[in-house]
């Protein structure tokens, strides 16, 4: 099992930013909220602030625990936990995606997301 984090991040006008994974990568095309994989000795809000910082140059404060939600992509097993986070300051820089997107919680729908990521929209957009 791959302990997985994800942030969901909203701004101040309570949008919510998504990130769509580069083609290439596993899940490409899809979008996402994103995050990364959580090391040994590291708890799931230090994974999200590092992996926000290296991945999309912004820094963010994790604050609520979502949820999480156990996925398999044919033989790989991931658990994909899931936090609520503040955007704090930095201007968005794409290393591991081709686009993002703020959007509001009812428009969570119109996208495709990754399937792990699906219960997590799923919790926002009711």
Known sequence: MIPVAAAIIENEQGMILIARRKEGKSQGGLWE??????????????????????????????????????????????RLVAYKAKFLSGEIKLIDHDDYTWVGRAQLVEYEFAPADVKFVEMLSC
């Open 33 to 78: 909220f994103p995050g990364g994989k959580i090391e040994v000795d590291e708890t799931a809000e230090d994974c999200l602030r590092r992996e926000l910082l290296e991945e999309m140059n912004i820094a963010i404060e994790p604050y609520a625990f979502c949820g999480e939600n156990d996925h398999f992509y044919g033989d790989v097993h991931i």
